[in-house]
């Protein structure tokens, strides 16, 4: 059984920097597709950035430039880099897999993505 758990949230003040992890673990395969995705309070889950078999990334225009995910296959772990963080950028994130060779040329949505971890919270402060 597939699983994955998120780490790395936390509070932090408008221009700070976090880095979320997603370690994998049950059936897993170096091809994968991979995604973070955020859900704030009232609103729905949206796509934040994804990273297909061919590490080639996709991003929301809100986080372009600020953002940066990447992958290590031989850890079967994601990683979200964000920088510059603003306070609309507090919400639960959420990694999300699919295990099969992908090529993404945009964000793919929610459906695509066959698991999904339960989530960590990211808060920024003003």
């Known amino acids: 059984q597939v699983q994955l758990v998120e780490s790395g949230g936390g509070s932090v003040q408008a221009g700070g920097s976090l880095r979320l992890s997603c370690a994998a673990s049950?059936?897993?395969?170096?091809?994968?597709?991979m995604g973070w995705f955020r859900q704030a309070p009232g609103k729905e889950r949206e796509g934040v950035a994804s990273?297909?078999?061919?590490?080639?990334?996709t991003y929301a225009d809100s986080v372009k430039g600020r953002f940066t995910i990447s992958k290590d296959n031989a850890e079967n772990t994601l990683f979200l880099q964000m920088d510059s963080l603003k306070p609309e950028d507090t919400a639960m994130y959420y990694c999300?897999?699919?295990?099969?060779?992908?090529?993404?040329?945009?964000?793919?949505?929610?459906?695509?993505?066959?698991?999904w971890g339960q989530g960590t919270q990211v808060t920024v402060s003003s």
């Open positions: 999300a897999a699919k295990f099969r060779s992908c090529r993404f040329y945009r964000m793919p949505g929610r459906s695509y993505y066959d698991y």
């Open positions: 990273i297909d078999s061919y590490s080639r990334t």
């Open positions: 049950g059936y897993t395969s170096s091809s994968n597709c």
